[in-house]
């Protein structure tokens, strides 16, 4: 049976709520689960000692068992010292799009020629 660490949301509309929940991958998001290890609420500040309540040694069992955290849990293990994470690097994410570097090239066409356009009047009448 494949593990999962995995968030499970519970709260109502717009006001979510999610539990930190050991599951076998298979099952749904808000199914069956194994063992909650723990909770994290987005809704408060990010400062707040109860945003993230995770049971340390409850999480180091099920990684050494064959649990596979979950991207944002991986998060939330890093962050209480249980698993390093590797960081992660996608140096082309920040890179505009094609359209956006043809609009960039023209745009720095026109303001070239503009700016050509009002260096030649004032060329001409210094002679």
């Known amino acids: 049976m494949a593990l999962s660490i995995r968030l499970s949301r519970g709260g109502s509309k717009k006001r979510p709520y999610y539990r930190i929940v050991v ?3 298979r099952s749904p998001r808000d199914g069956k689960f194994i063992e909650k290890i723990g909770n994290y609420n987005p809704l408060l500040a990010k400062d707040s000692d109860q945003r993230i309540q995770l049971d340390a040694e409850r999480a180091k069992h099920w990684l050494s068992v064959g649990a596979q955290p979950t991207d944002r849990v991986a998060r939330f293990l890093d962050a209480a010292g249980v698993r390093e994470r590797a960081a992660r690097q996608n140096p082309k994410k920040g ?7 043809e609009r960039a090239e023209e745009r720095a066409e026109k303001a070239k020629a503009a700016e050509e356009a009002a260096n030649a009047p004032a060329e001409a009448t210094a002679e």
């Open 95 to 101: 890179e505009p799009g094609e359209k956006a570097k």
């Open 23 to 25: 599951a076998d991958a």
